[in-house]
């Protein structure tokens, strides 16, 4: 996994200055880093390494073919690389590394940029074509891996993070007041707007085309979840997403260095240790728990390293971890209100002491159902005889995306409660409709069930959770891989009706039926739990009367003092995480 940086400029482009940008992505490829400078110096292309494959000074970035008239830094892994290098060389190309980066070059030169319709993996990349005058940045189908840019005037920058592309910058960026609001909405900012005016986040499954002699670009979709309704027995559905997944994780075990696996003893994680130690893959495994908690999830992780004979590090962390937050905005530096962003951060830095790389299981509960607001519609929906008789699902937009936005809250900000916080001068940039982008992405066509699907795989997963799953590892120079996340398994089971893939009775059942008789009963009959701490870690009233006593977000006149006073009265803790998460950001970033 890498960090990747690139501009084009009509003025020369300052090696010196270029550079303290990309190192600012150092974090994430901590093995070298390279820069070159094209055409004048208007171009520049730019990147750290964290190296997995062809270990060797050839596999560096920047990287370009034996023409030099194509050039790629890459950041990601391309799963099937090795299937696409076969295939190019029985049509002739010739390779000099062994690296998945060259085999993009390659099948590149051979098929145009629809050579991304073949790459199984994740991935962000910009890919410079110096005879079409083109650059392309794409970004992976589900948005693994992050692309930020900025595009001014007909010149661009682009780069992994956000603070490459500000920090050292010859401009001062100023602050969206409407992408704030949406953050205390969805507890991320969703694409493709940012915190930044003038800088935009890539969506997932989309490349942007810069013509470089117009000074324009357009972003095109090359990829979209599709949703069928054929119909398949739940057995033999289970079969067949059996033998795909245990694939897929054997595909994510290639690389010339070990590869760990979190492991919290829920069914994804588990599901994934099981299927390497099946396969005679023994992974250091990684969990973190919380002292004084029942329900502390160390422990049921370590009854499924016991089990399958692994080497496990527990981390165990207390109340006292909750200062790490005042990091949390070098980590993450657009602001993120996942409560589960600081024991992700704690446990890729304990991982990283072993490993390079672990498994992760993102991605499993969106498609099969998993988490508690899918179950909770689907039995809604099944309990309904009309929807069981004729399979015709009624729900309005307005009602599923309203259950929807309850679900997903955690301290609801709707249009009222955005007046109360925001100061009144900034009334006017708050969006219209602050749930716009839950509609956006809710299709009318579908199930009710299948559309929160869609809203979970396109808003909760692509927005918000793999967001912190890469920015907590990257921090830490971990790179975290998702099998469940191949969009192979995706396009196979949504080739079906619900009814075949979601059982009522059953968590998960595909994946039930897979890893059943192979872990612990008190794995298989445990409640579904988010990646968080008890409760009592986030009610901490006097942690957040200290953070927010000198607000800078007050004294600069964003919010209102006696709205944040009145939470503090209610001791109103999820919308407290908002602000304070949002407070430590603006005291970073924006003064």
Known sequence: MCGIIGQISKREIPAKEFCLKRDTLSHRGPDGNGAVFLENDTIALGHTR?????????????????????????????????????????????????????????????????????????????????????????RDRF????????????ELIFASELKAIVKHADRKYETDVSAMADYFTYRYIPSPKTIWKDVAKLPPANYLEYDISKGTATVKEYWRISFEQKKISREELAHRYGAALEQSVMVHARADVPVGSFLSGGYDSSAIAYLLAKNNYKPETFSIGFADWKNSEDQFAGLVANKLGLNHHPLIVTEGDLNVLDIMPDVYDEPIADISILPTYLVS????????????????????????????????????????????????????????????????????????????????????????????????????????????????????????????????S??????????????????????????????????????????????????????????????????????????????????????????????????????????????????
Not at 144 to 151: C, D, E, G, N, R
Not at 385 to 395: C, E
Not at 464 to 471: F, G
């Open 50 to 138: 964290l190296s997995f494959f062809d270990l060797s000074e050839k596999g560096s970035q920047p990287m370009s073919d034996a023409t030099g008239n194509v050039l790629i830094t890459f950041n990601g892994e391309i799963y099937n690389f090795k299937e696409i290098r076969e295939e190019l060389l029985k049509l002739g190309r010739r390779f000099e590394t062994q690296t998945d980066t060259e085999v993009i070059i390659q099948g590149y030169n051979e098929w145009g940029i629809k050579v991304v319709d073949r790459l199984k993996g994740m991935f962000a990349f910009g890919l410079l074509d110096l005879r079409a005058k083109k650059l392309f940045l794409v």
């Open 349 to 476: 830095k304990n991982a990283r002491r072993h490993v390079k790389a672990v498994m992760g299981g993102e991605g499993a509960d969106e498609l099969l159902g998993g988490y508690t607001w899918q179950k909770e519609w689907f039995a809604k929906k099944e309990s309904d005889w009309k929807y069981r008789i004729f399979n015709h699902d009624n729900s309005s937009a307005s009602e599923v995306t309203a259950y929807y936005a309850n679900a997903m809250a955690m301290g609801r900000f709707d249009n009222a409660e955005q007046r109360k916080l925001f100061h009144v001068r900034h009334h006017s940039q708050l969006p219209e409709d602050s749930e716009w982008f839950y509609k956006q992405q809710f299709n009318k066509e579908l199930s009710s069930f299948q559309a929160i699907q869609q809203m979970d795989i396109k808003c909760f997963m692509g927005e918000l959770v793999l967001t912190k799953i890469d920015r907590a590892s990257m921090a830490n």
């Open 478 to 591: 971990l790179e975290v891989r998702v099998p469940f996340l191949d969009h192979e398994l995706f396009e196979l089971v949504l080739a079906y009706r619900e009814q075949c893939y979601v059982k009522q009775d059953t968590t998960k059942y595909l994946l039930h039926e897979n890893i059943k008789g192979h872990l612990p009963d008190a794995i298989l009959q445990r409640q579904k739990q988010g990646f968080v701490g008890p409760d009592t870690f986030y009610m901490n009233m006097q942690w957040y009367e200290s953070g927010l006593r000198q607000s800078n977000l007050v004294k600069e006149g964003v919010v209102n003092e006696q709205y944040c006073r009145n939470l503090l009265e209610q001791k109103d803790h999820w919308r407290l995480w908002k602000l304070l998460v949002m407070e430590k950001w603006f005291s970073k970033w924006a003064l």
């Open 143 to 154: 948005g693994v891996k992050p692309l930020y840019y900025s595009l001014i005037n007909g």
